[in-house]
Nanobody, 114 residues
């Protein structure tokens, strides 16, 4: 069964940075397109970033373009989300997931507040 363990969230002031990590298991990680989602309170879960198995193809939601960067280390089965210039509207629980998969991790809470 696919499993995902997200970490790196926390409380940060507007304009600050955080780096999220997600370690995956239960499938061939190096060939899997991975995705980052987030869910704000009272909102639906939204796609934030997608990264191909090689890491060469990346896509971002318009709301985070130029501020967030996804990367991966296939030797560690880990995908990262570097978040810079954080805004209050970035607050939410962040999840990673294999593109097309059914399973989710527990998520990591990101709170942007002064």
């Amino acid at each position: 069964q696919e499993q995902f363990v997200e970490s790196g969230g926390g409380l940060v002031q507007p304009g600050g940075s955080l780096r999220l990590s997600c370690t995956a298991s239960g499938f061939t990680f190096s060939s899997a397109t991975m995705t980052w989602y987030r869910q704000a309170p009272g909102e639906e879960r939204e796609l934030v970033a997608t990264i191909s198995g090689t890491g060469n193809s990346l896509m971002y939601a318009d709301s985070v373009k130029g501020r967030f960067t996804s990367s991966r280390d296939n030797a560690k089965n880990t995908v990262y989300l570097q978040m810079n210039s954080l805004k209050s509207e970035d607050t939410g629980v962040y999840y990673c997931k294999r593109h097309g998969g059914l399973y989710w991790g527990q998520g990591t809470q990101v709170t942007v507040s002064s």
